[in-house]
């Protein structure tokens, strides 16, 4: 799985970013795509992701700022990012599971990432 993301860039806090991802196709045999991030110095976590024919996830600190969404062809997969904080700054990354383990999403798949810095 081929998984190329654009969109990374600086903006000042409050400031908006759309991220796109290129799957390849991946969301249509994929259990799950999504969203990750990995500021400097700390570990990669989970931002957002969405279940094949159901539902989408977010952790608590973006909800209701961010949302994943996949385009009607299901080939590129999106983060729009409004309200932005400058600890949403790092790098981001859009992933594929190939399949879910005990209902949570096995991903093993990764792009090479898009910076996004939010300044105060």
């Known amino acids: 799985v081929q998984l190329v993301e654009s969109g990374g860039d600086s903006v000042q806090t409050g400031g908006s970013l759309t991220l796109s991802c290129n799957t390849s196709g991946a969301a249509h045999t994929n259990a799950c795509m999504g969203w990750f991030r990995q500021a400097t110095g700390k570990g990669r976590e989970r931002v957002a992701h969405k279940v094949r024919g159901e539902g989408t996830d977010y952790i608590d600190s973006v909800k209701g700022r961010f949302t994943i969404s996949l385009d009607n062809a299901g080939n590129t997969l999106y983060l729009q990012m409004n309200g932005l904080k400058p600890e949403d700054t790092g790098m981001y990354y859009c992933?594929?599971?190939?399949?879910?383990?005990?209902?949570?999403?096995?991903?093993?798949?990764w792009g090479q990432g898009t910076q996004v810095t939010v300044s105060s």
């Open positions: 992933a594929a599971a190939r399949y879910r383990h005990y209902g949570r999403c096995a991903f093993d798949s």
